[in-house]
């Protein structure tokens, strides 16, 4: 199968401390990756050299075919990136969100309006197009900007803690469009801090101090780690880290 991200060795220094150190792995296109750790385990350090934002000090890696080093404003334009934390502008409508990110990625007018009705549409929210993002509740939210993180089409998007504050029945919604999106081809990369979601994932990395301690499906990591669920396999990680969390 055709492999969508890879890295090799790939390392990050911030002067004597080394936040990622020489992590390597590849993912298959349409897969559900998750990539989990504690806080300060060095995962978004390693989240964001992937989305072309931070340079590794060394190691190899590439994104959708496209070189961490040479290529990362190709990489840029390449991805959907979704945060808990921001993702959409509250003081913008549904619809002024999703002509804003269509035009950062230089879609035409035509695929902008035609896009924006399928999601509507898709997400029942066609009464809300013309409301502030900020007047939603938090779960259609979450949903809102996971459709405008793949509005572009983009073969590969990045999650960094998606539903983080929303509901179960909120979060089994979300899992069900992240199931759409990597059934039509999309790879879908995800932090999470839900245990219960990295059994949702084809594969799962637990980075610990900066090292990926182990990569493998849910099924198989609890049967290596003796674990009844993913909570044991990273409860039994997680006990090896010796740096404190950021």
């Not at 999703?98 to 007018?109: E, H, L, Q, S």
């Not at 929303?166 to 081809?185: C, H, K, L, N």
Request: glycine share 8%; net charge neutral; aromatic share 10%.
């Amino acid at each position: 199968m055709e492999k969508i991200i890879t890295a090799h060795k790939l390392t990050k220094r911030f002067g004597d401390f080394t936040a990622v150190n020489q992590i390597s792995f590849a993912i298959q296109k349409g897969e559900i990756f998750g990539f989990l750790g504690a806080n300060g385990a060095g995962k978004t350090t390693a989240m964001r050299m992937l989305c072309g934002l931070s340079m590794p000090s060394s190691g190899e890696a590439t994104v959708a075919g496209f070189d961490i080093y040479r290529e990362n404003e190709k990489i840029k334009r390449s991805i959907g990136y979704m945060s808990q934390k921001f993702s959409l502008y509250d003081d913008l409508t549904v619809k002024e969100n999703m002509r804003f990110y269509g035009g950062i990625y230089g879609m035409t007018d035509t695929f902008i309006r035609d896009k924006t009705a399928s999601i509507l549409e898709q997400l029942h929210l066609e009464k809300e197009g013309d409301k502030l993002v900020g007047s939603l509740p938090l779960g259609w939210k979450q949903k809102l900007a996971f459709s405008v993180a793949i509005f572009h089409d983009p073969p590969i998007v990045f999650l960094d803690e998606p539903t983080g504050g929303v509901d179960p029945v909120t979060r089994r919604e979300f899992w069900s469009m992240i199931y759409q999106a990597s059934a039509a081809g999309i790879t879908i990369f995800v932090t999470t801090h839900y245990m219960d979601e990295a059994e949702y994932c084809n594969r799962v990395s637990i980075m610990v101090d900066g090292r990926i301690e182990a990569l493998d499906t849910p099924a198989q990591l609890k049967q290596t780690y003796q674990a009844k669920s993913m909570d044991g396999v990273f409860l039994k990680l997680a006990r090896k880290a010796t740096r404190a969390a950021d």
